[in-house]
């Protein structure tokens, strides 16, 4: 708040009081700032909504705040989250508010190179993405293995992997998450994937998903407002907060999901806000 009071000093000097209409839209603007939240252990938790979740996305679609969901998860498209939170009981939003691992993944190697070719580890949202950019999906000689949470894992996918990593592919992952919080426990997830592959080739992956500061990029320009003016709402303070934080965005950590009360002691690093869960966040004051 104390780094936005100059620029807002300088805007309403700039203009006011010349022209009244345009300082009160700046004054409504610095106060309300975009959000970008995540949904797994935020939104919903495996197949069962967070309570709260439904009124916190209803507050936020009446009140004209700027919002995305930012999220690792990369086996769905952004039609299978909207279905899904319409399943849920969620209903109003478009398969524009939402930016997914698999989408970041895809824009990235899309910059690195035109048309290449994949061996993918992953869901069908990660396939999808990939074909969307021009890739095609190859396994003799790809130019990249690119792997995300699969729940079909097979041992011979994983040897695959290896062997074309070992061949030269570069290794790229969609997240970093080792696990997801579902109903009656954690399931693992596209961390322990990439794990098992790094272990067998002796490769680090790349890794594109939250906490990496493509992810935090992609969701402010899609929504054009500068880090100082968003909120970053998650469940993961490995994640969602720290690449929160790293951007210079306000960081708001719900107790839903991953990240408890106790954990939270053992980083060196903490969230602005702390809330149980998005439930009893208020968009307009954060
Ligand atoms: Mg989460």
Not at 10 to 24: A, G, M, Q, T, Y
Not at 35 to 53: C, E, F, N, Q, T
Request: charge should be neutral; charged fraction near 20%.
């Amino acid at each position: 708040m104390l780094m936005a009071l100059p620029i807002r000093i300088k805007l309403f000097s700039r203009h006011w009081p010349h022209d009244p209409e345009v300082r009160i839209i700046q004054k409504t603007k610095a106060m309300t700032k975009s959000i970008i939240s995540d949904m797994d252990g935020v939104i919903y938790r495996g197949k069962a909504l967070i309570p709260g979740a439904n009124d916190f996305v209803q507050r936020l679609l009446k009140s004209n705040v700027p919002f995305l969901f930012l999220t690792n998860n990369a086996e769905q498209t952004p039609l299978d989250l909207k279905l899904k939170l319409e399943h849920l009981g969620i209903k109003g939003l478009t398969e524009d508010n939402f930016i997914t691992s698999a989408m970041a993944t895809a824009m990235f190697l899309k910059n690195q190179k035109e048309n290449a070719t994949v061996y993918v580890v992953g869901g069908g949202g990660l396939i999808n993405e990939l074909y969307n950019v021009g890739f095609s999906i190859s396994e003799s000689n790809p130019d990249y293995v690119v792997v995300g949470k699969t729940t079909s894992l097979s041992y011979e996918q994983l040897k695959k992997a290896v062997r074309l990593i070992d061949g030269g592919a570069k290794f790229i992952g969609t997240n970093p998450d080792m696990i997801d919080p579902v109903e009656g426990g954690n399931e693992p997830a596209a961390g322990t994937i990439l794990a098992a592959i790094a272990a067998a080739t002796g490769k680090t992956p790349y890794i594109v998903g939250k906490p990496n500061a493509l992810m935090m990029t992609l969701a402010t320009r899609k929504l054009g407002v500068h880090p100082d003016d968003a909120v970053m709402i998650g469940d993961r303070m490995d994640t969602d907060i720290v690449g929160g934080m790293e951007a210079g965005m306000t960081t708001v950590l719900v107790l839903s999901g991953v990240s408890t009360k106790e954990s939270i002691k053992a980083f060196p690093y903490k969230p602005d806000h702390i809330f149980n869960n998005v439930g009893e966040i208020d968009p307009a004051v954060l």
